[in-house]
């Protein structure tokens, strides 16, 4: 195992100092591990917090700042985060209007935020939750029940922190949350596993040869093992089940997040967005608004995903709305 780090036991520890130290602007640091707005709470705005294991960085807690999260928690690598680290970010992003909690469908955080959400609700803190569950490629995996929650996160977060930003009242934020959740799907494959510091070997074993189509961000099996393919071929296994899913019309318009899960160029990205976006509109859908690099990845994995977001004017205008994060920033 070839890493920069120190010891596995101090990783997300020093991430973090780094990350404070980086952006001291925008974040604070807060114990126990939570990443918080600088200038949170904020009276009378709704709070809007996630969290997960690391290693999927720059998710999530290079989305804290404004016009996106007001907190994250990360856990250990590919670690739910615990109750407590979930509370202390509710508490610390709590302005009186109330908190939403975006959950992506995994066991441990699900749990592990329902738990949070109870104690802050005996605290007087309203709290309300969406489960973002995206991922087209399987029904059920090794750390859900459903569908798993992957790129829509990332555009969920930016769209309901522009509105939470905008004043919008606890309700409001929590429905466009489910409306994003309602009309996104996505899907993944991996070209190599990755390593857990921890655990100091790859997740999986892979030949050179062959690929995982609907990998899990944590290494999770797809929907088949296969031969390597081009990355045309690769583009078109991955965006086929997304449209067919919804399905996606004619005359629909869309965002094109087309993410690198961590070891993969942005050369190729743009190849496969290159793709997608002759597939897209083959269909008669305008690729309106797009993403494209490495927001959610599972370490150094080689692979990508893609997420299509059916888009409306209210979600173009959140979407198009400032923020200012570590790893995104625009409109400021």
């Not at 290159?274 to 008669?284: D, F, P, S």
């Amino acid at each position: 195992m070839k890493k920069l780090i120190n010891t596995p036991d101090t990783l997300v520890d020093e991430e973090l100092a780094g990350m404070a130290a980086a952006h001291a602007d925008l974040i604070r640091i807060e114990a126990p591990n939570v990443i918080v707005r600088k200038d949170a709470p904020r009276q009378g705005k709704v709070g809007v917090i996630s969290g997960g294991g690391s290693g999927h960085e720059p998710m999530h807690g290079g989305f804290v700042g404004l016009g996106m999260l007001d907190a994250a928690c990360p856990g250990a690598v590919f670690t739910s985060p615990v109750p407590d680290q979930m509370l202390a970010a509710t508490k610390a992003v709590s302005g009186g209007a109330g908190v939403l909690h975006i959950v992506k469908n995994y066991t441990g955080d699900i749990m592990n935020f329902e738990i949070a959400a109870e104690l802050a609700g005996a605290e007087g803190i309203d709290v309300e939750a969406v489960v973002m569950a995206d991922d087209v490629a399987v029904k059920d995996s090794l750390y859900t029940a459903g569908r798993r929650g992957v790129g829509g996160t990332v555009l969920a977060e930016k769209i309901v922190g522009a509105a939470a930003e905008a004043g919008a009242d606890l309700a409001t934020v929590k429905a466009l949350c489910q409306k994003v959740q309602d009309n996104v799907r996505s899907m993944g494959m991996a070209l190599t596993s990755c390593t857990v510091p921890a655990a100091g070997k790859p997740t999986f074993d892979i030949g050179d040869d062959e690929m995982e189509i609907g990998i899990g961000i944590h290494g999770e099996p797809g929907r088949e093992r296969r031969k390597l393919a081009t990355a045309d071929e690769i583009t078109e296994a991955l965006a086929t089940p997304i449209l067919d899913d919804m399905p996606f019309q004619k005359g629909d318009r869309v965002l094109a997040f087309v993410n690198g899960m961590g070891g993969t160029p942005l050369i190729e990205l743009y190849v496969v967005f290159r793709k997608l976006h002759e597939i897209v509109a083959g269909r008669g859908i305008t690729i309106e608004r797009n993403l494209v690099g490495n927001y959610i990845t599972s370490l150094e994995m080689a692979g990508c995903s893609i997420t299509l977001l059916k888009l409306d004017d209210e979600l173009v205008r959140f979407w198009d709305a400032p923020v200012h994060t570590p790893a995104l920033r625009w409109g400021v």
